[in-house]
Antibody
Framework: QVQLVQSGAEVKRPGASVKVSCKAS????????IHWVRQAPGQGLEWMGW????????TYSQKFQGRVTMTRDTSASTVYMELSSLRSEDTALYYC??????????WGQGTLVTVSS | SYELTQPLSVSVALGQTARITCEGK??????AHWYQQKPGQAPVLVIY???NRPSGIPERFSGSNSGNTATLTLSRAQAGDEADYYC?????????FGSGTKVTVL
């Protein structure tokens, strides 16, 4: 079955960077884009951007431009999301999701990133 | 930038019908998608392209989209349907999510 498995929880200091991975299985990795969405505690879903797993092209939300980098490793069927210059407001659950046709299905299980001094 | 507005909360009696709205300018010209998120879990797609159900989603979930409003309809509500529901569209190569609606089954 199609599955996205994300890396484990992270605790980072303000100003540091974090890199979260999302490993895909159960389908041809290069056929679909992968998006990243985050959810701060008690808040709604916030779209961050997406990477074309086939050619590596990316599109980022303006809010994260300059701070986020999304890459993929086709040999490992894995997508990465790196967020730099972390601040406390970046504390959130980060999800990846596969894009079959401008929606997300399925989603990864989420990775909790905590930013604290 | 494009915005989607959802009611903060909707309550429904057990076995009755709940309708969750998602308002956006001319949203009827876009494809609307809906996700269910239960506490401590990742979101799950329940409706895609306005009114299509993924495999495994009960027929009790249905959707419509016209004019400035997309609607998720939950028929014969069950206790297990209590969750947050989010609408989403694709606009100018970006995803836009609604603010989310908490559904309570009484």
């Amino acid at each position: 079955q199609v599955q996205l498995v994300q890396s484990g929880a992270e605790v980072k200091r303000p100003g540091a960077s974090v890199k979260v991975s999302c490993k895909a299985s159960g389908y041809t990795f290069t056929t679909y884009a992968i998006h990243w969405v985050r959810q701060a505690p008690g808040q709604g879903l916030e779209w961050m951007g997406w990477v074309n797993a086939g050619n590596g092209d990316t599109t980022y939300s303006q809010k994260f431009q300059g701070r986020v980098t999304m890459t993929r490793d086709t040999s490992a069927s894995t997508v990465y999301m790196e967020l730099s210059s972390l601040r406390s407001e970046d504390t959130a659950l980060y999800y990846c999701g596969r894009d079959p046709d401008e929606y997300l299905d399925p989603w990864g299980q989420g990775t909790l990133v905590t930013v604290s001094s | 930038s494009y915005e989607l507005t959802q009611p903060l909360s909707v309550s429904v009696a057990l076995g009755q019908t709940a309708r969750i709205t998602c308002e956006g300018k001319n949203i009827g010209s876009k494809n609307a998608h809906w996700y269910q998120q239960k506490p401590g879990q990742a979101p799950v797609l329940v409706i895609y392209r306005d009114n299509n159900r993924p495999s495994g989603i009960p027929e009790r979930f249905s959707g419509s989209n016209s004019g400035n409003t997309a609607t998720l309809t939950l028929s014969r509500a069950q206790a297990g349907d209590e969750a947050d529901y989010y609408c989403q569209v694709w606009d100018s190569s970006t995803f836009v999510f609604g603010s989310g609606t908490k559904v309570t089954v009484l």
